[in-house]
Every structure is written in structure tokens, then in C-alpha cells.
């Protein structure tokens, strides 16, 4: 059992500074919850708080529904790895692993028997003689995995342990550690600022901004019903499209308009939209860029919901292109189709997928659906 | 290596006039040296102005005198006292180096200031020191002795007698040189990666598990680099000795430079003088290669 509990959980550095704030989250067992957020925003000190490597200030810590705030790290049954590794350079590979055992008084044997069985499953067991620095990033970062799983412990905590790795290995080893996840059956806690690892390894993800949980949910629901512009802006590349307009009401029906836009709303929303009260009120409209289409066929099906924008730049990635767009001075950008006739310069009507819009409050950002 | 001097024909043709000019310094005093070692050099025939050199090579003969002859016994009087000299002197400023760089690594209120404080030693000339430090050693007059009186203990023959003239000349060496150790080993410390300690700290390790374990191997070569520069800055040091004792009483504080320096300039045996030079030298290659030798083997191990 290694659920962990955070409950109204603060840091503060500095007496009038709270690094992280309120923070409350109950975390499965077996789950891999990924915290994610831009750079200062508290992730590191989040999790650096749950491996005891810094004080918690203020709230209460509960790994396997035991109170763990004063206890030591080596007894909370969990294991850390590192953003730079944290291999012992002087140590064998061997002995990196076996070293939090030895301190632990574990018999040679059994030592020895996990720590080969770590290294294979790793798939590093030629290089248990070697020195850390006779390694590469890939294999020092197995490793420093190893040496976490050795340990047998309850919880996994990961600090961006992939940031070190160039873009393919990043890739590779992050479905390595997703098939790892699933043989070991552990709670996994890891932090990223990388919103792409966030939404391929999670079960959950925990958007955090200034110390603050923005969103707690799966890829899924975070991605299709972010809580706020500012979730809706981070998770997604590229990422959404943000559109101030006023919503006005005609004939019975609601529309978005701004300049170059006049989008019709789906009637199932305006129950939503009348009650939040920001009918004839400035909202920003959200659309991610899969969402804007330039088919003929589509701008057919949605012919209330069409903007016009001047086309900047066309960037062709091979199956599909990015359009970048200037909407009246609001940029737009689209995901088409590689064989799009699009050209750099003219004018063009795009159609927007109603179904696929978000609407946000003007002043608070929040999200009204 | 010629290769490499080819590529670089250009900048190697930049250097090369400070390259000769080094040489000229370095090593034809040194190369004059060791010539004058094999010869029968002294004040008489060494020459001057009006009268021309006569000193003759006479070979082996000066080091068969120094090492196997009737020079042999002097030779390792002095040469026991500078070990004693060297080795205490670096066993002392290693472990107040290192200690005291263990706490300024700390994160204590202050730490800039006493890290100032601390370096005082070092920064002040040499011999301005020495010489403060030869005042507080007088017998009668000086500040310690004054100190132990007051405390009701007797006066101690710091200058006159043999054991505590050494004991003198050493003290006021550690004075002087543990700064540089402790800002050898600051540096040291603090570029050690802070993640390995909590690494190690997670792993289960306690303050001195992780001295021994992460610090340690962490400063090896830091350590070594240290240790050989000390032991040779100090088997060589002449001015804390000359100034304070002079090598007396009775030559007790003599080491082997200062013996050299007393032999070509107070006695004028200058082949004499320019043999223990040599030896010197040759103790000190044989000593900085046997100790690279045992590191290189710890390394492999
Ligand atoms: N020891 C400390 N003392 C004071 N402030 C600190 C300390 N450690 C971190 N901070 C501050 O706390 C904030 C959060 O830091 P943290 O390392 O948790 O960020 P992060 O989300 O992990 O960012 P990154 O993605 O850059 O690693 C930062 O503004 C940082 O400056
Ligand atoms: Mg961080």
C-alpha cells in the first residue's frame, strides 16, 4: 500500500514567500501522477518535500497512511532519482546500486541477487564494473533508475530525469520507464516541465503555476477541459488559440465576435454561457490549432462559424503544415493538412469546430467550459 | 608532438622567445649548479674581478664526502630535522586546513568574515610575520612566555633551547600556512555536486557515512595535489627558519636549504653548498614521483 497523501501542504523559504501553497492531493496506489508546470513554479520543491530532502512548513505528508513529516527519508520507503543522475563517481556501477543497500545492512546475497536482477531488467548488466563516467547519458540514466529500484521501495519520485537526454532517447526512455511502471507496480511521483511527457506517461497529471495546483486530472480531461487559460495554453503544441471577442446575442442566438471572427455558439452552451452572465460581455475563446480547418468541406458544414485572417508563414512538417495567422492583430494558428493550397501573403476563411471551443472569462481567465 | 609542432607552427614561433628566456633563467643556473657540485669550489678559488677561477672537477668527490664520507653524519642530522620540520608542518596544516574548511563549508551566519579572518596569515608578507613571531618566542620579553607566567607556569626557553626552537619555528609555520590549505580544500568542497550528498543522504547515509564516502573520494586529488605542493614549499621553505633561529641553536633548526645557504654564504664551501642543492632536488623528484606513483595505484584499484 503507498498511497500518498498531501494535505493543505506549504513551503516557505522565506517567511512572506510561500513557494508552494495549499497544496492538497491524494495520490493512488500504483498510480504515476506527473506534476508539471513552467520553470520556479514549485514542482522540485513539491517533491523534494515528499522525499524529505526539504522541511514541509506547513500541512501534513502521508505516504502508506502513516504520517512521514519527521521522518527520515531512508524511512519513508521511497527512492529519488535525480535531474543530473547523482551517480557517485568514485563507485562502480555495481557499487552505486549496492550502496543504499550496504548502509541498510542488506546480506551480500541478497544484494548481489537485486542487484543483477535491477540490471537486467535494465538491460545494463555489462556495465556493472564500470565507472560512471565511462558511460553515456542513456546509460547512466538506467542507472540511476537502478539504483532506485534496487531499493524495492513503495514510491518512485523522478526529477525531470529525462532532461538530460537528446530527443530520440528522450522518447525511448520515456516508454521504458512508462513498461517499467507497469512491471514494478509502484506509485510513481515525476516531475517535468516537458507538457509531452506529461501527457504520454501520466495517469494524472497536476498542472502547477506560482505554487499553486492550476488542474488535477488524466491527459484526457486536462487537455479537453482545462480549468483555465492558463492550463488550456501549457498542455497541447502547438498550443491553443486565444481569441478576445465580445459575446453578443441575436435572434435567440450567441455569437462570438471580434474582429475577422463571427462565430455561432452551440446551442447546448448557452445555458452554460447565460449563467456565468457574460452575455454581451468581452470573453477569450479558445481553439486548438487541430480545430481550425481550411476544407472546403468543412467550411461548408460550419458556415456561421468562419474567421478571416491573413496568412504569415506556412511551416511544412512533412504530414501537416502550421499556419500562422494574423487575425485583425489577434495571431491565430492552424493545423492542416500537408497538401493544403494555403500560400504565405493572401487571404484566407477558416472554419473554427464549434464543437471544439472553449470559452474563458475575460478578467479571471477561468474556464466556463 | 612534432606533428603538433608543425600544426601550430605559428603560435609556437609567438612563445618561443619567452620559451628561451625561461630556459636561460631556469635552467642555466641550474645546469652552473650541478657543474659546480663535481668541483672544489670555494672562496679562494672561486675568482673575482682581478683573480682568475681555479677550481678544479674533482668528480664524485663532494657527494662520496656528503653521503658515504665525513660529511655523512651532518648531512643526516640535518636531513632528520627536515623531515621533522616538513612532515609536521603539513600533518598540521592539513588537518586545520581541512578541518577548518569543513566548517566554513557550513552554512553558519558569518561565514565570509571568518573566512577573511582566517586568511589574515596568508596575506600578510612572511617576514613581517616571522618577525612579529620571533618577538613573542623572547625568552624574556616575548608576549607567550608573558602569557605563561601570568598563568603561573615558567617561561619557556623558546629560542635557546634545541627541542622548543623547533617547536618555535614550526608553530609560527602553521600559522602561516594553513590558510592556503583551508582555501585549497574550500574550493574543493564546494565543487562537489550538492545532489551526490543528498543522494547519499536518501540512500540512508549519516554525516560521517557521507564524509567517507562522497567527500572523501571527492577530494582525493584535490588532497594530493595539496599535500605534495605543502611538502615541498615547506622542505624548501628558508625564510620562517632564517629569520626566527637562523638554523641555531647549535644548528637544531637547520634544514637542508638553510644548511646550504649557511654553508655557500657563511663558509663559503660552495661546491659544498651547491652538492646539497642538488641533493635537494633530487630528494624531491624521487619523493613528488614516488607519491604520484602510490596514487596512480589507489586510482587502479
Ligand atoms: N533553497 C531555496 N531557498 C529559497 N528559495 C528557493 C530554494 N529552492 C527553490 N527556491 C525557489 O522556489 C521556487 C520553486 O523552485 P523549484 O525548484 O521547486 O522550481 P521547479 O518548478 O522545480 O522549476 P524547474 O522546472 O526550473 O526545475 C523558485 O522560485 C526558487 O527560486
Ligand atoms: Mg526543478
Redo the contacts with the bound molecule.
Sequence with gaps: MARVQLKHVYKR??ADVA?VKDFNLDIADREFLVLV?P????????LRMIAGLEEITEGELLIGDRLVNDVHPKDRDIAMVFQNYALYPHMSIYENMAFGLKLRKVSKAEIDKRVRDAAKILDIEHLLDRKPKALSGGQRQRVALGRAIVREPQVFLMD?PLSNLDAKLRVQMRAEIAKLHQRLQTTVIY?T?DQTEAMTMGDRIVVMKDGLIQQVGTPQEIYNHPNNVFVASFIGSPSMNFLRGNLVEEGGALFFRAEGANVRLPEGRYAALREAGVVGKEVILGIRPENVHDEPMVLDTFPDSTVQADVEVVELLGAESYVYLNLAGQSLVARVAARSEIKPLTKVSLALDINKIHVFHADTEQAIF | MLRAIRRNKAAYLFILPALLLMLLIVFVPLLQGIYYSFTNMDQYNMGNKFVKASYEWIGLANYKRVLAGEGLAEFLGVLKQTMIWTFTNVFFHFILGFGLALLLNRHIKGRGLYRMLLLIPWAVPSFISAFAWRWMFNGEFGFINMVLRKMGFEGVAWLSDPVWAMTAVIITNVWLGFPFMMVTFLGGLQSIPRDLYEAAYVDGASRFQQFLHITLPQMKSTIFTATLLGVIWTFNLFAVIYLITEGGPYNSTQILVTFAYVKAFNNWQLAEATTYGVIILSLLIAFSFFYSRVLKMTEEK
Design positions: 523559504y522565506t513557494t508546470g520553470s520556479g513554479c514549485g514542482k522540485s520543491t513539491t525531470e516531475v516541465h
